[in-house]
């Protein structure tokens, strides 16, 4: 039987290993028009060339980050309920650099409807009247 503390180390090294120690990491923050930061935003990295993707979704505090193996043009997709998408564009040309990227998103993505409606007395007859 493996002791626990050796398996947990194998398990993060493992992960560690598992990204090129050169990669480039896109890391920022999530927020709305106020500033507050925004948990449970949808995050979703793509490369242009390759049609890749990963996702990931926003920290208790707003964050999200991302390790890119390769430079090339990226498509950052942000979405969460109550709040419209929004999109970046990112040429990431050296490896190991760092990208920082805070994103507000607008309130919006609702949609409502307003019916006005009233009814008028004409003598004896009640109208009902609608407009769409």
């Given at each position: 039987m493996v002791p626990r503390r050796c398996l947990a180390g194998v398990l993060f090294w493992g992960l560690f290993l598992a990204v090129p120690a050169d990669a480039?990491?896109?890391r920022g923050s999530v927020s709305d028009?106020?500033?507050g930061l925004l948990s449970g935003a949808q995050v979703v990295l793509r490369g242009v060339a390759t049609g890749q993707e990963s996702t990931v979704e926003t920290t208790d505090d707003?964050?999200?980050q991302f390790e890119v193996a390769a430079p090339g043009t990226y498509?950052?997709?942000i979405t969460r309920d109550g709040f419209s998408e929004a999109a970046r564009?990112?040429?990431i040309v050296d490896a190991g650099a760092a990208i920082e990227l805070p994103v507000q998103l607008e309130v919006g993505?609702?949609?409502a409807e307003v019916i006005e409606s009233g009814i008028i007395r004409t003598g004896d007859?009640?109208?009902?009247?609608?407009?769409?």
């Open positions: 480039a990491t896109v028009a106020t500033g707003g964050r999200f498509l950052i997709i564009t990112l040429d993505g609702l949609r007859a009640i109208v009902l009247v609608s407009t769409d």
